[in-house]
């Protein structure tokens, strides 16, 4: 009988930590390089550098990198403008737009990577993220992100994320 209590207390103690990860508050970090990518997402506009893309893509599992290449190819002497939607499976006008919401965009949030604005330009320090549970998708493990702003709890972002992603680091900036 205490071996079934004790191995009820670990499986309730996996649940739980399991349960404590899926939403999480992350800090915004100062983007010391002009951000050259803008993601419009509803109401709310996404900045992002490319060089933080690239390195991103540069950390993209093998499978990823076969299906969106080891690089997104963008010159540093232009500014880029995409617009996403909420939803999966989506038709993409352009190549970025589907790296961003299903390679590389979800990552660089997850790492606070990003400068945010509101509808009324004002700029989001912090956000709240909800993270899925790792689904198979084309033989790999993906989880779904949801963005959101913490003030207001509209949504920010929604994409996908490679799961092997969760614990890579972009480095030192």
Avoid: C
Avoid at 7 to 13: D, E, I, P
């Amino acid at each position: 009988m205490a071996k079934l209590l004790k191995t009820a207390f670990v499986v309730l103690l996996l649940t739980g930590a399991t349960y404590s990860v899926a939403q999480q508050t992350i800090a915004l970090r100062k983007l010391w390089v002009k951000p050259q990518v803008e993601v419009r997402f509803g109401a709310y506009r996404i900045w992002f550098t490319i060089k933080d893309i690239e390195k991103a893509m540069s950390l993209l599992p093998e499978s990823d990198q076969a299906k969106y290449g080891i690089t997104a190819a963008l010159d540093t002497n232009r500014e880029y403008a995409i617009e996403l939607l909420p939803g999966r499976h989506l038709e993409y006008r352009y190549p970025l737009q589907d790296i961003m919401q299903n390679a590389v965009g979800a990552f660089l949030l997850y790492r606070g990577h990003a400068y945010i604005e509101t509808g009324r330009h004002k700029k989001i320090h912090s956000i709240s993220m909800n993270i899925g549970p790792p689904v198979d998708m084309d033989g790999y493990s993906t989880v779904a992100i949801t963005v959101y702003d913490p003030k207001t709890n509209a949504m920010i972002f929604s994409g996908i994320m490679n799961a092997d992603m969760y614990y890579k680091d972009l480095g030192l900036d």
